[in-house]
């Protein structure tokens, strides 16, 4: 199983900032199949990154992803208060998905 | 327009058994698979399994396999997610999801939870 360890915890920001949010992975993560999702509470999770760096529908540009391999970035390049969520990796499409244990981002 | 529509809350006694239903549209049921993953509180979800609408192919999580099974209602459009032998650990939101393998865009569409209380 691959685990997914994601850095920090919490990361305490203001808005108009930039956040950086790590994702790294015990093996390699097939075809890069790493996707970000947003939650926030009482809701389900929602999709904002797939395939490592390719936006979801409607998703704003202000969120993008990089990485490969064990590797992982969601960036999120000015903050705005509606952000501040909990953010969750997840490695998928071989019948063995793992995710994160979450990034908490709060206002400062 | 799509979405993917979850049963009500449920409360259950260790060593029952529990059944989630997921209704997607028309669209979705044709072509796509339905992934079930479930959150505890304060934790990160968990992926348990998956099934294919059309064929009705699955595919379980090794946790869960000697006692998940996912099947389908094409007649209502209708997916389900059957637990056995629950332990109060099974206390959890219960989610399925839309995965399009052509696509492969992960998890693009969410059910609204279905929360599960296991407790005597």
């Known amino acids: 199983e691959i685990v997914l360890t994601q850095s920090p915890g919490t990361l305490s920001l203001s808005p108009g900032e930039r956040a950086t949010l790590s994702c790294r992975a015990s093996?390699?993560?097939?075809?890069?199949?790493l996707a970000w999702y947003q939650q926030k509470p009482g809701q389900a999770p929602r999709l904002l990154i797939y395939?490592?760096?390719s936006r979801a529908t409607g998703i704003p540009d202000r969120f993008s992803g990089s990485g490969s391999g064990t590797d992982f970035t969601l960036t999120i390049s000015r903050l705005e208060t509606e952000d501040f969520a909990v953010y969750y990796c997840?490695?998928?499409?071989?019948?063995?998905?793992?995710f994160g244990q979450g990034t908490k981002l709060e206002i400062k | 327009q799509e979405q993917l529509v979850q049963s009500g809350a449920e409360v259950k006694k260790p060593g029952a058994s529990l059944k989630v239903s997921c209704k997607a549209s028309?669209?979705?049921?044709?072509?796509?698979?339905i992934e079930w993953v479930r959150q505890a509180t304060g934790q990160g979800p968990e992926w348990m399994g998956w099934m294919n609408l059309n064929s009705g192919n699955t595919g379980y999580a090794q946790k869960f396999q000697d006692r998940v099974i996912m099947t389908r209602d094409t007649s209502i459009s209708t997916a389900y997610m059957e637990l056995s032998s629950l332990t109060s650990e099974d206390t959890a939101v219960y989610y399925c999801?839309?995965?399009?393998?052509?696509?492969?865009?992960?998890?693009?569409?969410w059910g609204q939870g279905t929360m599960v209380t296991v407790s005597s």
């Open positions: 028309a669209d979705t049921f044709t072509s796509d698979d």
């Open positions: 395939g490592a760096s």
């Open positions: 999801a839309r995965y399009r393998p052509v696509i492969r865009n992960a998890f693009d569409m």
């Open positions: 997840h490695q998928y499409g071989y019948s063995r998905d793992t």
């Open positions: 093996q390699s993560v097939t075809s890069n199949y």
